[in-house]
């Protein structure tokens, strides 16, 4: 794992480009906390098709009904 400075990738980011697209992880940090991480990017294996789970998900009748007693304690009744 690669780790870098938000000025360091700047200056540097083909190589760090590089250092991805061989299989290694970079990390780029500000102020020693991680923001983000540089990976190769691979494409999906299969693509996806909608409505896979058509007819597989069943979702009950009162799904999206919240009952009284949870919306008296959010009210705080």
């Known amino acids: 794992m690669k780790l870098a400075n938000i000025h360091e990738a700047e200056n540097n980011l083909s190589q760090l480009i590089e250092y991805a697209l061989q299989g290694e992880e970079v990390i780029i940090s500000q102020a020693g906390k991680p923001l983000v991480k540089l990976v190769r990017y691979s ?7 909608p409505g896979f789970w058509a007819g597989k998900v069943k979702m009950a009748d009162d799904f999206d009904v919240t009952p009284n007693e949870i919306i008296n304690a959010f009210l705080g009744d």
Do not use: K, N
């Open 43 to 49: 494409p999906a294996a299969t693509p996806r098709t």
